[in-house]
């Protein structure tokens, strides 16, 4: 077992190099099996564990991978013979999910065990069902376990989400890619993980429009082909430096972004009365003096991600004031608000509503990543507050931010990933 040991209280100071896109990677990596060819995709986040085990999925169904160098990797999809995924494949991540949509769009035919991935709330799939369906498949969900997909030919068609879903958006546009005839995907989710696999699928023949607007129209094509392609800069890798930064009332400018992606943070961060600065490829975020309070409400692209709210809370734990989040995306995303507490916040919560009562400065203790951005959400406070943090389960934050240690490490942050011994319980006598 391995835990991050934080000594807080030393403003951030320097620069950081944001990886490329978790979420943009985890829906390229499984649509390079869309053509029988060989993909070289750049920017890849490679020694996050959820790209690790996408990548031991690729090669589980028959695909080489080869590591070119640290963020570039070559698909050769040319020989994928295996249209079936076991629980021992999906039980680690959510985006395993891709993989119904790119199977059934190659071989019109998946069986895929039902995904893992971090609990946020009930993490329904009807819509993706939906689209398969509306595409022409059979789809069945055998004892809630595995989700088989067949269909004779898929067939172009309009799609309306009842929800706008990520996943969905994915899922539908992996599936109708080469299905024959016109498919439009409406009330479709925005992302920018979205628009980047459009340009990934268009790179590879495809014909797709309106990626990043609520209306996607999909021209099915008869076949993609082999392509190199640079996967976008990680939108809240980028966010999370930001937000630490100001938390520390440090100077951090956070390097390899596109600041479009990250104009809800910057407001929010600007309205708490941080200093961000956009260039190019790069924005600049310091803070000298405490935050002031501010309201967030999560919302599908363009508002304020639900992948930002943790990481924001604890800023706003530390704000001048009383602050209200509101997080509409998920039902259980404040469980992180129990450990930040046990760090001296106060913070009361009632249903997707979490109402902050700004402290002076919160304390180092040990606490624990209930998930992934929950993880990143501990290192913040653990950075912003005095003394040590302790935080456990830090294989949440492994799945989703690169080189942790180093790049916190490098802006002058006081962090060391150790070992540590499983507690001995009683359950392991002999
Ligand atoms: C969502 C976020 C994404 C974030 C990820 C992990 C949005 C729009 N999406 O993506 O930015 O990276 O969580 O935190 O903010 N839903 C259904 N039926 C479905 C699919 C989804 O009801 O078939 C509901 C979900 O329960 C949820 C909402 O739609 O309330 C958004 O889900 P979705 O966008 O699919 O989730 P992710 O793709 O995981």
Known sequence: MEKFVIVGGTPLNGEVTVSGAKNAALAIIPAAILCRDVCRIENVPTTISDVSFMIKTLRHIGAGVKLIDKSTIEIDSRHVSSYVISHDMTKYLRASYYFIGALLGRFHKASVAMPGGCYLGPRPIDQHIKGFEALGAKVTVEDNAIVEA?????????????????????????????????????????????????????????????????????????????????????????????????????????????????ESISSKLIECGANVEEYDDSVRV??????????????????????????????????????????????????????LSRMGASITVDGQIAVIHGVDCLKGAPVKADDLRAGAAMIIAGLAATGKTEIEDILYIDRGYEHVVE?????????????????????DAG
């Open 286 to 339: 310091s803070m000298d003096c405490r935050p002031g309070k501010c309201n967030i409400k999560t919302m599908p692209h363009p508002g304020f991600p639900t992948d930002m709210q943790p990481q924001m809370s604890v800023l706003l734990s530390i704000a001048d004031g009383t602050s209200i989040v509101s997080e509409s995306i998920w039902s259980n995303r404040f469980r992180y608000t129990e450990q």
């Open 407 to 427: 790049k916190f490490g490098n802006l002058g942050a006081d962090i060391k990933r150790v070992y540590c011994v499983e507690p001995f319980s009683v359950s």
């Open 150 to 262: 067949v269909a004779d030919e898929l067939v172009g068609s309009p799609i309306y989400l009842d929800v706008v879903s990520v996943g969905a958006t994915v899922n539908i546009m992996l599936a109708c890619v080469m299905a024959d005839g016109l498919t439009v995907i409406e009330n479709a989710a925005k992302e920018p993980h979205i628009v980047d696999l459009a340009n990934f699928l268009n790179s590879m023949g495809a014909d797709i429009r309106g990626a990043g607007t609520d209306v996607i129209k999909i021209r099915g094509v008869g076949s993609l082909h082999g392509c190199t392609y640079s996967i976008i800069p990680d939108q809240i890798e980028a966010g999370t430096f930001m937000v630490a930064a100001a938390a520390t009332r440090g100077n951090v400018l956070v390097k390899n972004v596109i600041p479009k992606h990250l």
